[in-house]
């Protein structure tokens, strides 16, 4: 069973605890992550690039010139693909890119994202963050004790509705390449593009309710 360090806000080690082995100790799924990874970047495209078709285009309606005596092609509109000016073919129409992919698939790429880090040493338990108010020094100070100073850092916390994890996250959204997520916000794409995962406790036990 994985057993990861638990730390408190000044940096200073408080102990270990045991995590769910189904959870952060698998052999990463590599095909299933790149699987669930293509999925969630293709969920934020937007699908609105869009041209029109020469039905479309506004004008046209009259022939551009004689059919006859022109020596030129005939042509019966000014609106056609291969004038200048006219409608496009075949060109981009508004689409939705959402991929579906299985419940079951999706957390199994969660989970072995975080046996990844776990197994690189990059998942750090915290102990709670004791704020009365917003002050980013204190995470600053946090990140050097660890020495995670100027690394991708991602925060887990669990109730934003807590003062103190509120007032982590208005510290922690100042220091950049640094981000906030909530356990039901937790993606592949966060938990392979930051370097360090810093996670509460609280969220800690959320994760593996919910992964389990």
């Avoid at 996250?169 to 392979?192: A, C, F, G």
């Amino acid at each position: 069973m994985p057993v990861l360090d638990i730390y408190t806000i000044d940096g200073t080690k408080a102990g270990t605890v045991d995590v769910k082995e189904e959870i952060f100790g698998i052999k990463p799924n590599k095909a299933v992550m790149h699987e669930v990874l293509t999925a969630e970047l293709a969920e934020v495209r937007q699908g609105s690039a869009s041209t029109k078709t020469r039905a479309e285009v506004r004008g046209g309606g009259r022939k551009p010139f004689r059919q006859k005596g022109t020596g030129r092609a005939r042509q019966g509109s000014t609106r056609a693909p291969h004038m200048v000016g006219g409608g496009v073919s075949h060109g981009p129409k508004p689409r939705d890119y959402v991929k579906k992919v299985n419940k079951k698939v999706r957390k199994l790429a969660i989970r072995s994202a975080l046996s990844a880090k776990v197994n690189k040493g990059e998942i750090i338990i915290i102990d709670a963050f004791e704020l009365e108010k917003p002050k980013t020094k204190t995470i600053i100070d946090f990140s050097k004790k660890l020495d995670m100073a100027g690394a991708k850092q991602l925060y887990i916390l669990n109730d934003l509705y807590i003062e103190n994890e509120y007032n982590a996250y208005l510290s922690i959204r100042n220091i950049e390449k640094s981000y906030v997520l909530m356990p039901n916000e937790l993606s592949v794409y966060w938990l392979l593009k930051q370097d360090k995962i810093i996670m509460t406790r609280e969220a800690l036990a959320q994760i593996e309710e919910v992964l389990a």
